[in-house]
């Protein structure tokens, strides 16, 4: 009788981090789809801390960047049975929530169904792995309950929310205290406890899960705390929660009003205006949610 060895997968996904953090949702979605499967993830070597720990990948292959290192992908798609490549590399691509059949998809489902592997359902989150090392390294800081995490800063300036100062002030008046997070080049805020580029992603992700909550972006650092289990309030102008940011019944979505002529389609970054829609959001909306945190 001969062994029938199980399927192996190729995942290339290389970036960026909240495509990354998704990575867990496509390895439940091959399991579903394919009988005891060695998965190989293929990711950008900054990304890596996201994979390391999930009980059902096999081996995790990092380099600086893959999109410039094509030849090496296709050298190793020879090894496997089924090559999964969901990685945004041309326009449709990138403009996928703006095309009449695509733009009520969240990013999420968009990569799924390029891999043909099946649908998201309502029970389906976003997962991540923390190690031992990465509780330590949280608990060490010695930081004082209450506290929120904020992140203030994506790589899209529309989508920049302006009065994270103002929050931090009304949120110490409370008595609570503020941890930043993200990367140095973020807007340093008054007051806040600085951990900007301090932090691994699993690290933030456990120090996410102790605070009273996180408010955050539609950016990567969300995903990574909707992913740790805490209470992330993510606040969206540019884009809406059908096609963007994280997803969960522990994710809050507070949605600004937008102008008449983009309620059809969200600029996703390229807003041709001067006030941004998500400085329609008050601080004392935001408030409001983190109250009942």
Same mark, same amino acid.
């Given at each position: !009788?001969?062994?029938?060895?199980?399927?192996?997968?190729?995942?290339?996904?290389?970036?960026?981090?909240?495509?990354?953090?998704l990575?867990?949702?496509?390895?439940?979605?091959?399991?579903?789809?394919?009988?005891?499967?060695?998965?190989?993830?293929?990711?950008? &070597?900054?990304?890596?801390?996201?994979? /390391?720990?999930?009980?059902? !990948?096999?081996v /995790?292959?990092?380099?600086?960047?893959?999109?410039?290192?094509?030849?090496?992908?296709?050298?190793?798609?020879?090894?496997?049975?089924?090559?999964?490549?969901p990685?945004?590399?041309? !326009?449709?691509?990138?403009?996928?929530?703006?095309?009449?059949?695509?733009?009520?998809?969240?990013?999420?489902?968009?990569?799924?169904?390029?891999?043909?592997?099946?649908?998201?359902?309502?029970?389906?989150?976003?997962?991540?792995?923390?190690?031992?090392?990465?509780?330590?390294?949280?608990?060490?800081?010695?930081?004082?309950?209450?506290?929120?995490?904020?992140?203030?800063?994506?790589?899209?300036?529309?989508?920049?929310?302006?009065?994270?100062?103002?929050?931090?002030?009304?949120?110490?008046? &409370?008595?609570?205290?503020?941890?930043?997070?993200?990367?140095?080049?973020?807007?340093?805020?008054?007051?806040? !406890?600085?951990?900007?580029?301090?932090?691994?992603?699993?690290?933030?992700?456990?120090?996410?899960s102790k605070?009273?909550?996180?408010?955050?972006?539609?950016?990567?650092?969300?995903y990574?705390?909707?992913a740790?289990?805490?209470?992330?309030?993510?606040?969206?102008?540019?884009?809406?929660?059908?096609?963007?940011?994280?997803?969960?019944?522990?994710?809050?979505?507070? /949605?600004?009003?937008?102008? &008449?002529?983009?309620?059809?389609?969200?600029?996703?970054?390229?807003c041709?205006?001067?006030?941004?829609?998500?400085?329609?959001?008050?601080?004392?909306?935001?408030?409001? &949610?983190?109250?009942?945190?």
């Amino acid at each position: !009788m001969h062994t029938i060895r199980p399927c192996k997968v190729m995942l290339v996904l290389s970036k960026t981090l909240g495509d990354v953090v998704l990575i867990h949702n496509l390895i439940d979605g091959i399991h579903k789809e394919y009988k005891d499967p060695e998965i190989d993830i293929f990711v950008d &070597e900054k990304y890596k801390d996201i994979i /390391v720990g999930n009980p059902k !990948m096999s081996v /995790v292959y990092c380099m600086k960047s893959w999109l410039n290192n094509w030849a090496k992908i296709l050298e190793r798609t020879f090894e496997y049975d089924v090559v999964l490549i969901p990685q945004q590399l041309h !326009m449709e691509d990138n403009v996928w929530h703006q095309l009449d059949h695509l733009r009520h998809q969240h990013l999420v489902d968009f990569y799924l169904d390029r891999c043909r592997l099946p649908k998201r359902t309502k029970e389906d989150k976003l997962k991540i792995f923390p190690l031992e090392d990465d509780v330590d390294a949280v608990k060490a800081l010695e930081i004082k309950s209450p506290y929120i995490v904020i992140h203030t800063t994506s790589l899209v300036p529309s989508k920049d929310w302006s009065y994270f100062n103002e929050l931090t002030l009304s949120m110490i008046h &409370e008595g609570v205290d503020v941890v930043q997070v993200g990367a140095d080049t973020d807007t340093l805020i008054d007051k806040a !406890m600085d951990l900007r580029s301090k932090l691994s992603f699993k690290q933030i992700a456990v120090l996410c899960s102790k605070a009273k909550c996180f408010v955050g972006l539609d950016s990567g650092l969300s995903y990574v705390s909707a992913a740790s289990g805490a209470k992330t309030i993510v606040l969206q102008g540019a884009t809406v929660p059908e096609t963007s940011g994280p997803f969960g019944e522990n994710v809050i979505n507070i /949605v600004s009003e937008t102008r &008449e002529e983009c309620k059809d389609k969200r600029c996703h970054g390229n807003c041709k205006f001067n006030d941004k829609c998500i400085n329609r959001i008050s601080i004392i909306d935001v408030l409001a &949610e983190v109250k009942k945190c």
